[in-house]
């Protein structure tokens, strides 16, 4: 599958949760499925807490989504699930799908470490802790050398603590929208075997 939208909006602070749908599309609906794609992320990213989407689409000929849609908290994720506007937007596409939906709500980094197949084994915690550390070193690295531009024509920023939080802001929206699920899906036939 291929990463091709992620879409991010203000946080609410919290741990996180993540709630994870698999969609398999007909093939003829596919047009219909990508314009519906588009008014439901509108619709959750009017809801508190609302964090972000990523949606995982198939590859050329595929017919499987994932859509991963962040909040700040359990609570923020069950009102959207639980949501009319959400069974409504569902009962619009319902016919264009092969089978129901799935749903897994996920907690935290658990998202990335889940098994991709139901016979896929949980990856143990050393190989999580490898492959988050193999990801953040590297940004803890480059990234302060990245801002260092900024810095300079702006000392304010500089400051500590400010400059701080802007590095490990930009890291962790580094890490969860762009390079994880990437890293992930790069390593995945030795993280779960």
Known sequence: MTELH???SSSSGGDGVTIRIHHRVRPEAKDR?????RRIIEVASRYAGHQGVHILRPPEGGQDYE???????EAQAERWRVSDDR?????????ALQQEEAVEILSG????????TATSKQP???KQWLVTTAVIWPLTILV???WQPVFSVFPLLDTWGLRHGIVAAT???LVVYLVMPRVVRLVAHWMFD
């Open 67 to 73: 859509i991963a849609v962040r909040f700040a908290s």
């Open 87 to 95: 069974r409504e937007l569902l009962d619009d596409i319902r016919d």
């Open 144 to 146: 302060p050398l990245l």
């Open 6 to 8: 992620s879409a991010a």
């Open 124 to 126: 143990v915690r050393w």
């Open 109 to 116: 980094i658990d998202y990335w470490f889940t098994p991709p």
């Open 33 to 37: 499925y990508e314009a519906w794609l």
């Open 171 to 173: 890291v962790v929206a």
